[in-house]
């Protein structure tokens, strides 16, 4: 499943550039995720990267982009597909 950025984020800057498939991008308010881009990090690294920079905890699974490992797994590599 995707991860969401909830309304605790505090603008630190800090999860954008760790994304490796450029989900994460500056909202109106806050750093919002793109739920087609999220991976959980599943192909790149053993645990998301933003949750683990976030200094406020504020980056849960999002409970309306449920995806099981081998649906992220998909996903991922259609995203090194197509760059």
């Keep these: 499943m995707a991860l969401l950025i909830t309304d605790e984020c505090i603008n630190c800057d800090v999860c954008e550039p760790v994304c490796p498939n450029e989900a994460i991008f500056q909202g109106?308010?806050?750093y919002e995720i793109e739920p087609a881009r999220c991976t959980e990090c599943v192909g790149h690294f053993d645990e998301p990267q933003c949750v683990s920079v976030c200094p406020v905890d504020c980056i849960p699974?999002?409970?309306d982009n449920l995806e099981t490992r081998d649906e992220l797994q998909i996903k991922y590599k259609?995203?090194?597909a197509t760059g």
């Design 78 to 80: 259609n995203l090194i």
């Design 28 to 30: 109106n308010e806050i």
């Design 61 to 63: 699974l999002d409970p």
